[in-house]
């Protein structure tokens, strides 16, 4: 309760987007490759994005 009103770091956040992207290229891949890849490759991107404010 009492982190309730924390604010995330932007790389918290960038990091849950990337976990949300990669769980949904997994649904994906079951049903729909090319979707999956546009996914992965999204998250990707994310991840690279992570890095660079890992950097600075």
């Known amino acids: 309760m009492f982190g309730l009103f924390k604010k995330k770091n932007p790389e918290e956040i960038l990091q849950k987007k990337y976990k949300d ?8 891949s ?4 090319s979707a ?11 991840l690279e994005e992570i890095e660079a404010l890992k950097n600075n």
Not at 21 to 28: I, M, N, P, S, V
Not at 30 to 33: I, P, Q, S, V
Not at 36 to 46: G, L, M, P, W
């Open 30 to 33: 079951k049903t729909n490759r």
């Open 36 to 46: 999956s890849d546009k996914k992965q490759a999204e998250a990707q991107a994310v």
């Open 21 to 28: 992207l990669l769980k949904e290229a997994f649904e994906l």
